[in-house]
């Protein structure tokens, strides 16, 4: 394939994964575009980027980094040849990828069919089905009434969880133990779906109890070549949004760890995937794993991927999206059977939210701010600085501590003294609550599922 020039890129982003995306762009020599909203003037992934334009003006705050058209008129009037949309906001808004084909400008991404499929979680279960891949049991597709969610409970046995359709992010899921709570949990979800995602189409699966959360990082170029960055166990979740990562997994045997890796880059292969995405699986305790979705863009926990196997995977996409070949330069990623675990990293989620009063978001302006570091240590940050004003426009990510070492052990301990060492005033953090989860034995000790945190009473300060 002809390789595409890309000089400059604009990030439809903001906070820490813009200034990610700006740091890899600048190693590659191009040129980079910030947009900011009118509530984020004073915010410093404005200040990071080569060029930076308001945007949305007049829109409300998250709004802002919707306008398609806003940021498409942006990109055309400055000579923008790409755009990277980041996670969340655009990222899988397949009428945005679209737009920006429409417009000759590259959409770093993956392409528009497999934001589509993999959008919507009862297609992306189609998907796994059709690749031979195991799915949690589950309705075939949405679900139009009560009576079709109690019929399959009925066959399945409750615990069943409800699913938006177009859900994310930990949102629109709810768990219904017995039959008394199925009406109310179905009116409810559907309803919320549509409040939440516009749309109220659910589906019904099996709860799997005390699973594991397991992902699998893919890379894909335009010539076929898919290839696997191994594994990461986001198991460490408050209420199914995850708060510590670990790469790899430390606890799954040879045979289901290979077989996961197969089954993830089987799935992409079956649909001709394109750039970055990562497969998400649960394992149950007796090491059944079980698809549950794709996510088709960069994810927040990339980092301890690209600490344990050296790849970066924000540049790897830009090259990817230029149409350069996986194996060789300037992308060089290792071939398939050269990819190995370097060590362990750990990655934890450092948010402006009290853990004292339920996690609130807290908002104000930061008064000092000073940071861990030092050997096998990696920081991103969005407005991590004295002085920086935190609104509550925005999710609460604060920074991303991330440290790597050759033993689990020795990257938690890092990670221990690290979280220790920041001084952060003026704004609430959930740093206390992070030491007790990195000091628990049960997370030392590696015997933790995605019921950890929420069924631990002792980590909450
Ligand atoms: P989202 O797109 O909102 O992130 P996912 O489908 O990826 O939603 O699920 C997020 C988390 O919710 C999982 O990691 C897991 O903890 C929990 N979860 C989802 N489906 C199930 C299920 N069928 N059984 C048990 N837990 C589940």
Redesign the pocket.
Known sequence: MENKNINKILVANRGEIAIRIFRACTELNIRTVAIYSTEDSGSYHRYKADEAYLVGKGKKPIDAYLDIEGILEIAKANDVDAIHPGYGFLSENAEFARRCQEEGIVFIGPKVEHLEVFGD?AKAREAAINANIPV?PGTDGPVQTLEEAQQFADEHGFPV?I?AVL???????RIVRSKQGLKDAYERAKSEAKATFGQDDIYV????EK?R?IEVQILADSEGNTVHLLERD?SV?RR?QKVVEIAPSRFLSDSVRSAIHEAAVKLMDSVDYLNAGTV?F?VTPDEQFYF??VNPRVQVEHTITELITGVDIVQSQILIAQGHNLFDAPVSIPKQEDVRANGFAIQCRVTTEDPANQFMPDTGKIMAYRTGGGFGVRLDAGNGYQGAVITPHYDSLLVKVSTYALTFEAAASKMLRNLREFRIRGIKTNIAFLENVVTHPAFLNGSVD?TFIDATPELFV
């Open positions: 979680k949690v969880m699913k859900g994310g992010g930990g949102r629109g899921m699966e099996k709860y799997l699973p959360h986001c979740q199914h998400e649960l549950i979705e995605t």
